[in-house]
């Protein structure tokens, strides 16, 4: 997620995509139906035990006895959300969690007593492990959630003899929280179809009035669609005017690139819009990104400005370039410098900054680039990519518009998960290879400008 900048660099075009009245080819995305709280909680549930029971071969995955997590009410360790049940709203108390990995057990406290620490001890006496994992990670959210108060209860409670069995390893909340268990998938994509869903009616004639709507009457006009359905969101909507005159505001690129809020604008006749949308649901969180065109009254798809679709057909090719250098195992510093290579030998200019996405929006796992790093990621770049994970694939590319005399950004954002039977990642739903258009009848009286 997040805003955009033009950055001032021809590109060759490419051949055109067409626009239509839709996102994709074949796709008429509809509002998923959530089921009843109850129900959601069951579903819920169900996941968060399968990816329990993935806690075990983890720490032998990785080499560790025992993984130790302690937290207060309101001072939550990260992966706690990942393993609470859904009727927890937050921890109680001192919760504390101890798994082991041989003997298979694992155990939980709510108490503010010592006595928590006099159990913990006693089981530590009696299973011997050499290390025991607390997440303290510096630059991790997903592996340094241990608060320092509760880090130096744990050490006085567990006692001198324990404390040096203490170790750090990241990657035990890391693959925990980014492990998408297969259930989720179809729920997943349910969600996202009611993301495109909701962008495709917020993005058109229904909602916008040319010369009258302004982008945030739009970013709100979502907010309040997503909380009508019973649904929520992780961020704010936005809505960037990418051909508006003087955008981005700021110098520097990545400054424009990182707010958190889209300049409020009036919309026009002639406008390229930009949405940064996702939805949140049972746990899991949508992410996406995708542009629409505001035809002058009258007009129809043959009228869009031919390069706005090479534009769209270049930010198209480069996800495919970043999905197919995605390879598992390689960090995310080796992905970004094998995809920049490869969009740079076909003269494509952009960015890059994948994340993945799915428990979190910003979820566990390693990153592909920021929009003010596209050398490489300090500490979450080098982390490895991970199977049976969501990701969400978001770029943008510079495309020179003859029409417009001036170079635009063409921003994407859709999600990908890891299909174990094919070996790839997939389209969590689709993406957007036509040019979403806002329609306005002819008798308006306002025509389109001559071409520059």
């Not at 480069?318 to 290579?341: C, P």
Request: with cysteine.
């Amino acid at each position: 997620m997040r805003g955009l900048a033009c950055i001032l660099s021809a590109a060759a075009a490419l051949t055109a995509v067409h626009a239509h009245i839709g996102t994709a080819p074949r796709k008429n995305p509809k509002v998923q139906t959530l089921p009843s709280l109850r129900e959601q909680a069951k579903l819920v549930d169900k996941w968060t035990e399968e990816r329990k029971a993935l806690i075990p071969g983890l720490l032998r995955k990785y080499g560790v006895d025992a993984w130790l997590m302690s937290q207060r009410e309101y001072a939550e360790d990260t992966v706690f959300w990942a393993l609470k049940e859904a009727t927890q709203f937050s921890a109680r108390r001192r919760t504390t969690h101890l798994f082991l990995a041989d003997p298979l057990a694992s155990y939980s406290w709510v108490d503010n007593t010592d006595a928590v620490w006099e159990d913990l001890r006693r089981i530590l006496a009696a299973q011997r492990p050499h290390s025991v994992a607390l997440n303290t990670h510096p630059e991790i959210a997903f592996a340094g959630g241990l608060h320092a108060g509760e880090l130096d209860a744990v050490a006085r409670g567990v006692g001198e003899e324990w404390r040096d069995t203490f170790v750090l390893e990241p990657m035990l909340g890391v693959e925990l929280v980014a492990t998408m268990v297969k259930g989720r998938l179809p729920w997943y994509r349910k969600m996202m179809e009611t993301a495109w869903a909701i962008i495709e009616e917020g993005l058109s004639e229904k909602i916008i009035v040319p010369g009258k709507s302004t982008s945030w009457d739009v970013e709100w006009w979502m907010r309040e669609k997503i909380q009508s359905l019973n649904y929520t969101t992780w961020f704010q909507p936005s809505i960037f005017i990418l051909t508006a005159e003087g955008f981005p505001a700021a110098d520097d690129p990545s400054t424009a690139l990182d707010d958190p809020r889209a300049p409020d604008h009036p919309i026009q006749y002639g406008d390229l819009i930009h949405t940064d949308f996702g939805v949140s649901a049972l746990g899991l969180n949508t992410d996406t990104q995708h542009i629409g065109y505001v035809l002058y009254p009258g007009e129809t798809e043959a009228d869009v400005p031919k390069g706005m679709l090479d534009g769209l057909k270049k930010v198209n090719r480069l996800q495919d370039i970043v999905k197919s250098n995605m390879k598992i195992g390689m960090t995310g510093n080796e992905i970004l410098k094998a995809a920049r290579e490869q969009m740079q030998s076909e003269g494509i200019e952009g960015k890059i900054y994948c994340h993945a996405t799915g428990e979190w929006g910003h979820s566990a796992g390693s990153v592909i680039g920021m929009t003010n790093l596209q050398d490489k990621v300090p500490v979450l770049g080098d982390l490895p990519l991970l199977e049976n994970t969501y990701y969400s694939i978001e770029l943008f590319a510079e495309h020179f518009v003859p029409e417009r005399n001036r170079t635009i950004v063409f921003p994407q954002e859709e999600d990908v998960y890891w299909d174990e039977d094919t070996n790839s990642w997939e389209w969590v739903y689709g993406r957007q290879e036509e040019m979403l258009l806002i329609r306005t009848p002819a008798e308006t009286g306002s025509t389109a400008p001559a071409e520059l």
